[in-house]
């Protein structure tokens, strides 16, 4: 049940899925007018457990920071069924993530995409058939769920494609790092304002 629940995935949740969780929130406040708080419920796991506990990387939370979003609090943590389960859509940074989860959750399938294949996605739907409703949890979550669904008709069973995974800016410079969470930013963004009702 509500509110919206956007799993991120990567390899070891301090790069590029906490910075998808956060700039996700941020997205949904932008998209929202300020105020997006309780709207979608947006976290992060990895497929590997080794930072477990840890901080997100430094360059990562100077990525968020520097876009306006909060990277203080954050804890990786190793991927789990449970995760997947409460999860309305699962997004992941490469096809090989989206082999492992839905190998975990085969019944994930239709809610798991790879980043940049909602970027391809999103322009497909038709926004204007989704459900609408006031800015409120419920309408969200009514919202999303349809949403998730047309973006899973309109990818008709195909494999993501190699350009759709998002570089693993680890051991890399502060470029790549801004560089990936541009490449975020440009697929979250429409996908918040996707999912609020106007």
């Not at 998209?31 to 709207?39: E, F, I, K, Q, S």
């Not at 590997?48 to 990786?76: I, K, L």
Request: proline share 6%; hydrophobic share 45%; with cysteine.
């Amino acid at each position: 049940m509500p509110p919206f629940t956007v799993l991120h995935v990567c390899m070891g949740n301090i790069c590029r899925s906490p910075m998808a969780e956060k700039l996700l929130d941020l997205a949904v406040a932008e998209a929202a007018g300020g105020d997006g708080d309780g709207l979608v419920h947006s976290h992060s796991a990895g497929t590997g457990g080794w930072h477990a506990g840890e901080e997100m990387h430094p360059s990562a939370a100077r990525q968020v920071r520097a876009r306006g979003g909060v990277a203080d609090g954050f804890q990786a943590r190793k991927l789990r069924s449970e995760h997947i389960d409460a999860a309305d859509l699962v997004l992941v940074a490469t096809g090989d993530q989206q082999l492992y989860v839905t190998a975990l959750r085969p019944d994930a399938a239709g809610r798991t995409f790879v980043l940049g294949e909602i970027g391809r996605l999103l322009p497909r739907v038709d926004l204007a058939a989704l459900p609408k409703g006031e800015l409120t949890a419920e309408s969200v979550h009514t919202r999303g769920l349809a949403l998730v669904a047309a973006l899973d008709a309109a990818r008709a069973g195909a494999a993501p494609r190699p350009d759709d995974d998002l570089d693993d800016p680890w051991g890399r410079g502060e470029k790549t790092f801004a560089r990936v969470a541009d490449e975020i930013e440009a697929v979250l963004r429409p996908l918040a304002a996707a999912l609020l009702p106007s």
